[in-house]
């Protein structure tokens, strides 16, 4: 079975620019997760997608950060413009469905705003 | 919302000792628990959960307890090795609020051989 896949891996921006990341589920898992890692903190969630609707983004910053998940399947989380606090590691995650259902994280994306 | 506290931040032991971390929830919907094992510049990797339905679960040096009424779980590492040093992430997971997971700030175990 195919892992959760995320990219790129890498991203260095300076702020006030763009930049977008992009995730690919396990195939068949109806819960896609985005989550941002500080350096020296546990993951925080940004936004949770059921299918391709949006069950909780209560902590996601709307003024500058968005997501989509168009098909249900693959999803990009965009942020613009960044700022110096948005570097991160930038983790998606997915699961059969919600609640009680192990989560499969992908690699991640680092993003580090200069 | 979900409140995750988690403890130690950081925990070092000598190998073949034991290792415990706690974690409390302030949401009493919370109804699952995993723990997650994250290496340096690594996806974290679910190594154990519990559901609420349950006290205690084991999984060969790896444990975890769950005191429902005190609102509090814990990971159980028996016979340390150095290959068990990692951070260790745990999460509460409410089905009743969109499955939203919150997670703690971690656990920065060294194992020293």
């Known amino acids: 079975e195919a892992g959760v896949a995320q990219s790129p891996r890498y991203k260095i921006i300076e702020k006030r620019q763009s930049v977008a990341f992009w995730c690919n589920p396990i195939?068949?898992?109806?819960?896609l997760y985005w989550y941002q890692q500080i350096l020296g903190q546990g993951p925080k969630l940004l936004i949770q997608?059921?299918?391709?609707?949006?069950?909780?983004d209560s902590q996601l910053p709307k003024d500058r950060f968005s997501a989509e998940r168009l098909k249900g399947v693959d999803s990009t989380l965009k942020i613009q413009p960044a700022k110096l606090e948005d570097s991160a590691v930038y983790l998606c995650?997915?699961?059969?469905?919600?609640?009680?259902?192990?989560?499969?994280f992908g690699p991640g994306t680092r993003l580090l705003v200069l | 919302g979900e409140n995750v506290e988690q403890h130690p931040s950081t925990l070092s032991v000598q190998e073949g000792d034991s290792a415990v971390i706690k974690c409390t929830y302030s949401?009493?919907?919370?109804?699952?628990f995993p723990w997650y094992k994250q290496e340096l510049g690594k996806r974290p990797q679910l190594i154990i959960d519990?559901?609420?339905?349950?006290g205690e679960k084991k999984d060969q040096r790896i444990a975890v307890t769950l005191n429902k009424t005190a609102k509090h779980f814990s990971l159980h590492i028996t016979e340390t090795q150095p290959e068990d040093s990692a951070v260790y992430f745990c999460?509460?997971?409410?089905?009743?609020?969109?499955?939203?997971?919150?997670f703690g700030d971690g656990t920065t175990l060294t194992v020293k051989p």
């Open positions: 995650a997915s699961s059969l469905t919600r609640g009680r259902e192990t989560q499969y």
């Open positions: 195939s068949g898992h109806a819960t």
């Open positions: 997608f059921q299918n391709n609707g949006v069950v909780d």
């Open positions: 949401d009493s919907a919370s109804n699952y």
């Open positions: 519990i559901r609420s339905n349950v």
């Open positions: 999460a509460a997971l409410s089905n009743t609020n969109a499955g939203k997971s919150t």
